[in-house]
């Protein structure tokens, strides 16, 4: 009943609107469309295998509050892109509220750690840098203030869950901050400064430290250990030392885990996610922690979840369990599920991490064609990962190897991109070709320039958003494109379906692409079957299967056909 009301519903309006907008272009169409018809795609549907992720910097994405632009006295001049350029927490919360996630077809956010980072600046030659991108941690029990507040940060959780959308946060385990003369070294028995990675093999990667000026915390320890004088003084300055004193009792006597430093580290960690609700943590320099560590954050961090929701069953989202994505530099899926130490192979899927960051893909999308590229990953995640994934990027805040530096391939680099069987990661700015070689700054930071909200006045630029919008929006309603099996149905012109069949879910979908613009025929057997009502999401146009075969009339390379009920 449900399902035929739906559908009366949708062709009223489709209807509605052809007639009311016969001078309108397609796009147009499409969006007023989409805009007015019943939702028919179900959130709870989600899952990460198949999840359309947006990384961001908070610090280059938005300034949403300039009153915490400066803080701690962090006021020492910097280099261009070296200290930190007032974006903050709100500024993600007033996207989400724009509708600007909604509408590039994203389900998840992800972003650098947002606890308090070292006060101090540090010199890098004779020159100061700040950690505005999160990696160096002072405190892990608390929300950096050039960020926000610990409210700023809960309003961006619910404010994500109330669209749809999960939010991942980076995690850092294996170190601390730099040692500054505001930021004093942790004690000997938490943290190693004198041996530094050289990374040749399995010990010498782990149980050393990644520079002089990063000390290295023992996650190998499973000693009891008290806890740093500084961060002590500090909690007792800001009035809170009883407070964390006592949820680390109740934390240690209910785990019965060893006190040692990892596990404290994992207790602060998951507060985030049993109080605030926290959907998944991307972790940072998975290898140079030992992977039992991973399983034990793993098993807190399901069990933090489980309790959130128990708590908050108004707001749960979905049924996934928390999720843990890795960061290890070099893994590639032509390892399969292993990382190569030399000395030993590690399959970190096998310690509580669901899904790793694939370094290969933009070689792969270098070298490859579509159909090429599509095949091999749909048989790798369905041959090699069973039940897990990857997360593929083409571009990334620490890699230079990128797939379109000078974005002179930015429409292709979409294409590739979100219709790759896998995570798609959009990186903040690849929706509006964000430069990626700034001429105000030196090496490294011009992957990581300021988001230009300016650019959206200009009409290349929004041609392009635009484009990146209807793919991204078409995966994130279809599982089947991130998560299903790939067939090619034709070589010239060229079609391929994708098709999903799960636990009770079944999803299935025919692209084209380099198709002839104007008039087209896609033959469409076996996938739809005769009298099926098919839209093209790309141009909005409705089209029946007809003898096997639909035809399309748009200005537009790109169909995207989907069963007009979903």
Same mark, same amino acid.
């Given at each position: 009943?449900?399902?035929?009301?739906?559908?009366?519903?949708?062709?009223?309006?489709?209807?509605?609107?052809?007639?009311?907008?016969?001078?309108?272009?397609?796009?147009?169409?499409?969006?007023?469309?989409?805009?007015?018809?019943?939702?028919?795609?179900?959130?709870?549907?989600?899952?990460?295998?198949?999840?359309?992720?947006?990384?961001?910097?908070?610090?280059?994405?938005?300034?949403?509050?300039?009153?915490?632009?400066?803080?701690?006295?962090?006021?020492?001049?910097?280099?261009?892109?070296?200290?930190?350029?007032?974006?903050?927490?709100?500024?993600?919360?007033?996207?989400?509220?724009?509708?600007?996630?909604?509408?590039?077809?994203?389900?998840?956010?992800?972003?650098?750690?947002?606890?308090?980072?070292?006060?101090?600046?540090?010199?890098?030659?004779?020159?100061?840098?700040?950690?505005?991108?999160?990696?160096?941690?002072?405190?892990?029990?608390?929300?950096?203030?050039?960020?926000?507040?610990?409210?700023?940060?809960?309003?961006?959780?619910?404010?994500?869950?109330?669209?749809?959308?999960?939010?991942?946060?980076?995690?850092?385990?294996?170190?601390?901050?730099?040692?500054?003369?505001?930021?004093?070294?942790?004690?000997?028995?938490?943290?190693?400064?004198?041996?530094?990675?050289?990374?040749?093999?399995?010990?010498?990667?782990?149980?050393?430290?990644?520079?002089?000026?990063?000390?290295?915390?023992?996650?190998?320890?499973?000693?009891?250990?008290?806890?740093?004088?500084?961060?002590?003084?500090?909690?007792?300055?800001?009035?809170?030392?009883?407070?964390?004193?006592?949820?680390?009792?109740?934390?240690?006597?209910?785990?019965?885990?060893?006190?040692?430093?990892?596990?404290?580290?994992?207790?602060?960690?998951?507060?985030?996610?049993?109080?605030?609700?926290?959907?998944?943590?991307?972790?940072?320099?998975?290898?140079?922690?030992?992977?039992?560590?991973?399983?034990?954050?793993?098993?807190?961090?399901?069990?933090?979840?489980?309790?959130?929701?128990?708590?908050?069953?108004?707001?749960?989202?979905?049924?996934?369990?928390?999720?843990?994505?890795?960061?290890?530099?070099?893994?590639?899926?032509?390892?399969?599920?292993?990382?190569?130490?030399?000395?030993?192979?590690?399959?970190?899927?096998?310690?509580?991490?669901?899904?790793?960051?694939?370094?290969?893909?933009?070689?792969?999308?270098?070298? *490859? =064609?579509?159909?090429?590229? #599509?095949? +091999?990953?749909?048989?790798? /995640?369905?041959?090699?990962?069973?039940? $897990? %994934?990857?997360?593929?990027?083409?571009?990334?805040?620490?890699?230079?190897?990128?797939?379109?530096?000078?974005?002179?391939?930015?429409?292709?680099?979409?294409?590739?991109?979100?219709?790759?069987?896998?995570?798609?990661?959009?990186?903040?700015?690849?929706?509006?070709?964000?430069?990626?070689?700034?001429?105000?700054?030196?090496?490294?930071?011009?992957?990581?320039?300021?988001?230009?909200?300016?650019?959206?006045?200009?009409?290349?630029?929004?041609?392009?958003?635009?484009?990146?919008?209807?793919?991204?929006?078409?995966?994130?309603?279809?599982?089947?494109?991130?998560?299903?099996?790939?067939?090619?149905?034709?070589?010239?012109?060229?079609?391929?379906?994708?098709? *999903? =069949?799960?636990?009770?879910? #079944?999803? +299935?979908?025919?692209?084209? /692409?380099?198709?002839?613009?104007?008039? $087209? %025929?896609?033959?469409?057997?076996?996938?739809?079957?005769?009298?099926?009502?098919?839209?093209?999401?790309?141009?909005?146009?409705?089209?029946?299967?007809?003898?096997?075969?639909?035809?399309?009339?748009?200005?537009?390379?790109?169909?995207?056909?989907?069963?007009?009920?979903?």
């Amino acid at each position: 009943m449900k399902s035929a009301l739906k559908t009366y519903m949708l062709l009223l309006i489709f209807i509605t609107i052809s007639c009311k907008n016969e001078s309108k272009t397609d796009q147009e169409n499409l969006h007023e469309y989409n805009s007015k018809k019943p939702s028919t795609i179900d959130d709870s549907l989600f899952t990460w295998e198949a999840a359309n992720l947006y990384f961001l910097l908070i610090d280059r994405f938005k300034n949403g509050d300039p009153n915490n632009d400066i803080v701690l006295g962090r006021t020492k001049k910097t280099p261009k892109l070296k200290g930190f350029e007032g974006g903050d927490i709100k500024g993600i919360i007033q996207k989400i509220e724009d509708g600007y996630f909604k509408k590039l077809g994203v389900n998840a956010i992800g972003f650098n750690p947002v606890v308090e980072q070292i006060h101090e600046n540090i010199k890098e030659g004779t020159e100061n840098t700040y950690a505005f991108h999160g990696y160096w941690i002072k405190d892990w029990t608390k929300v950096d203030p050039n960020f926000g507040t610990y409210n700023d940060f809960k309003q961006l959780i619910e404010t994500a869950h109330n669209n749809g959308i999960r939010i991942i946060m980076d995690v850092v385990m294996n170190h601390t901050g730099p040692v500054t003369s505001k930021d004093p070294v942790w004690p000997d028995s938490w943290v190693r400064t004198s041996q530094e990675c050289n990374q040749k093999d399995y010990t010498n990667t782990i149980s050393c430290s990644l520079g002089k000026k990063l000390p290295d915390i023992k996650t190998e320890s499973n000693e009891n250990v008290a806890l740093p004088k500084i961060l002590l003084d500090k909690w007792k300055s800001e009035e809170r030392l009883e407070i964390e004193l006592a949820e680390i009792d109740t934390f240690f006597n209910k785990t019965r885990l060893k006190r040692s430093p990892k596990n404290y580290i994992i207790k602060w960690l998951t507060d985030y996610i049993r109080e605030l609700g926290i959907d998944g943590y991307r972790i940072k320099n998975v290898k140079h922690v030992e992977e039992s560590s991973w399983n034990t954050l793993a098993e807190q961090s399901k069990l933090a979840f489980i309790e959130w929701k128990s708590k908050n069953a108004d707001k749960v989202l979905d049924d996934n369990e928390f999720y843990i994505l890795g960061e290890l530099y070099g893994y590639s899926i032509k390892n399969k599920r292993y990382y190569n130490f030399e000395d030993r192979k590690i399959d970190y899927f096998a310690y509580g991490i669901d899904s790793m960051v694939n370094f290969q893909f933009k070689y792969d999308a270098t070298q *490859y =064609d579509y159909e090429k590229l #599509f095949s +091999k990953y749909s048989t790798v /995640l369905y041959t090699n990962l069973i039940g $897990k %994934s990857v997360v593929n990027y083409i571009s990334y805040h620490n890699d230079r190897a990128l797939f379109d530096k000078n974005r002179s391939k930015a429409y292709e680099s979409a294409i590739k991109l979100i219709l790759t069987p896998g995570i798609s990661q959009i990186y903040y700015g690849n929706e509006v070709g964000r430069l990626l070689d700034s001429k105000e700054a030196k090496e490294p930071p011009t992957l990581i320039s300021n988001m230009d909200w300016n650019t959206s006045h200009n009409n290349d630029t929004k041609l392009l958003l635009s484009h990146w919008q209807k793919l991204g929006v078409f995966r994130k309603n279809h599982i089947s494109i991130g998560a299903g099996r790939h067939q090619i149905l034709s070589e010239k012109p060229y079609i391929f379906s994708r098709e *999903y =069949d799960r636990n009770g879910i #079944f999803d +299935k979908v025919i692209i084209g /692409l380099n198709l002839p613009k104007g008039k $087209k %025929s896609i033959k469409v057997k076996p996938i739809f079957s005769e009298g099926t009502i098919l839209i093209d999401q790309y141009s909005g146009s409705e089209t029946k299967v007809h003898n096997d075969s639909i035809t399309i009339s748009s200005d537009y390379e790109i169909v995207l056909l989907a069963n007009k009920d979903n």
